[in-house]
T-cell receptor, first 112, second 118 residues
């Protein structure tokens, strides 16, 4: 029973354009959502997060949008750069326990 | 400041053998987590330490897995005896504390240990 789903295993985007990565969740108890970025042979690196009391959080080129009614969040990268090519994981947590529930990841490829 | 380190980076063992993975969290981080990624799928939670105490071990697959964090510093994860389905990448993460305030709950991940059981 997968509580966090990333339905697109891969995404290819041209440099300078917008990348939109999507994530859906099923557990309404989740109150905190994160995006991690992972390069090959490295661990996931924290990118950006959003609390369930917000619907948008922005950090430079990265913006995360949360639609609680649809149980959906998305990560927008504008403009996309070749160095953004990596696997992006959506994760969620609920309460104070701290454990993260991850999606399967989306591999983003930004073409020069 | 040193990040989360894990040892070894790779381990290849035969079914039935024992393997011990080690994680050194960021200094001062009370929270330590173990996760596993199998066959390119999602990263799955295994367990969570707060200092030396197990806060949540709901993700541990079975009693062949034993995690310890003596003294609340580094942690070890032992698999005994290893089975084929234990193959995967084991990640360790640490955070200063849980809770949402000021991002102090951000989990920082190590590079992982790739375990292959033949």
């Amino acid at each position: 029973d997968q509580q966090v789903k990333q339905n697109s295993p891969s995404l290819s985007v041209q440099e300078g354009r917008i990348s939109i990565l999507n994530c859906d969740y099923t557990n309404s108890m989740f109150d905190y959502f994160l995006w991690y970025k992972k390069y090959p042979a490295e661990g996931p690196t924290f990118l950006i997060s959003i609390s369930s009391i917000k619907d948008k959080n922005e950090d430079g080129r990265f913006t995360v949008f949360l639609n609680k009614s649809a149980k959906h969040l998305s990560l927008h990268i504008v403009p996309s750069q070749p160095g953004d090519s990596a696997v992006y994981f959506c994760a969620a947590s609920g309460g104070q326990g701290g454990k993260l529930i991850f999606g399967q990841g989306t591999e983003l490829s930004v073409k020069p | 400041e040193a990040g989360v380190t894990q040892f070894p980076s790779h381990s290849v063992i035969e079914k039935g053998q024992t393997v011990t993975l080690r994680c050194d969290p960021i200094s001062g981080h009370d929270n330590l987590y173990w996760y596993r990624r199998v066959m390119g799928k999602e990263i799955k939670f295994l367990l969570h330490f707060v200092k030396e105490s197990k806060q949540d071990e709901s993700g541990m697959p079975n009693n062949r897995f034993l995690a310890e964090r003596t003294g609340g510093t580094y942690s070890t994860l032992k698999v005994q005896p290893a089975e084929l389905e234990d193959s995967g990448v084991y990640f360790c993460a640490s955070s200063l504390r849980t809770g949402r305030s000021l991002g102090t709950d951000t989990q920082y991940f190590g590079p992982g240990t790739r375990l292959t059981v033949l």
